[in-house]
C-alpha cells in the first residue's frame, strides 16, 4: 500500500513563502505525472501544478508566477515551493499522481493569515 505524506505547511503571513514536501515511492515517481492538489474548507479539491518524469510542469492560473513544483529524482520527491502567498491560498495541500490513483494522504495545511 502506498502512503503519501506530506510535509512543510504552517501558517504564513500574506507575502510569505512556504516548501512543501512529498516522497513518493520509486515506482510512482518514475512511472506517472506527479502534481500537487489542494483543498480548502468547503471547496473541492483542486490541482494547483503538475510535473511529468521528464519535467515539464503545468500550473492553475492562479498560482502562475507564485508558486514552483519540482523534483528530486534522487528522492524520489516532489517539492512545491510557494511564493508571495496569499489569504485564499490557505487550504489542505496534497500529492498525488496525476490522474490521483493513490490513497489520499492526510495532507498538509496551509493557512496564510496576517
Known amino acids: 500500500q502506498v502512503q503519501l505524506v506530506e510535509s512543510g505547511g504552517g501558517l504564513v503571513q500574506p507575502g510569505g513563502s512556504l516548501r512543501l514536501s512529498c516522497p513518493t515511492s520509486?515506482?510512482?515517481?518514475?512511472?506517472?505525472?506527479l502534481g500537487w492538489y489542494r483543498q480548502a474548507p468547503g471547496m473541492q479539491r483542486e490541482a494547483v501544478a503538475t510535473?511529468?518524469?521528464?519535467?515539464?510542469?503545468t500550473y492553475a492560473d492562479f498560482v502562475k508566477g507564485r508558486f514552483t513544483i519540482s523534483r528530486d529524482n534522487a528522492k524520489n520527491t516532489v517539492y512545491l515551493q510557494m511564493n508571495s502567498l496569499k489569504p485564499e491560498d490557505t487550504a489542505v495541500y496534497f500529492c498525488?499522481?496525476?490522474?490521483?490513483?493513490?490513497?489520499w494522504g492526510q495532507g498538509t495545511q496551509v493557512t496564510v493569515s496576517s
Open positions: 520509486g515506482t510512482i515517481f518514475s512511472k506517472y505525472v
Open positions: 510535473i511529468t518524469s521528464g519535467g515539464r510542469l
Open positions: 498525488n499522481s496525476v490522474p490521483p490513483l493513490y490513497q
